[in-house]
């Protein structure tokens, strides 16, 4: 899954990162009845959040933290909250995830 920013018209704001699926096995690890938004993605398929809906992803990586992580499931929760931390900072702007 590619994890990028665009702009309302669909340019691209920030390339941001490809995830080998390490987000869905923190997605399987973490049981989080409260989860909004993550629990839309589809690895083969796109999502598009925009900033309210990018709020309760913030909290949804929070929550996430609070399981055992590995190095590289950490690090894509860190690579995420940074690109919705910039739609949250920023005009016009949505998290784009993008299926394979």
């Not at 994890?3 to 699926?21: A, S």
């Not at 083969?44 to 913030?58: L, P, R, S, T």
Request: glycine content about 8%; some cysteine; aromatic content about 10%.
């Amino acid at each position: 899954m590619n994890f990028c920013l665009k702009g309302e018209f669909g340019d691209t704001v920030d390339e941001g990162f490809i995830d080998d699926g390490f987000i869905f096995d923190v997605l399987d690890k973490v049981n989080d009845p409260e989860r909004r938004c993550l629990r839309y993605l589809d690895q083969y398929g796109n999502a598009v959040f925009n900033k309210m809906q990018v709020e309760d992803i913030v909290r949804e990586i929070s929550r996430c933290r609070s399981g055992a992580l590995s190095e590289a499931e950490a690090d894509v929760l860190d690579k995420l909250q940074a690109l919705c931390l910039r739609v949250l900072q920023e005009v016009h702007v949505y998290l784009w995830a993008i299926g394979d």
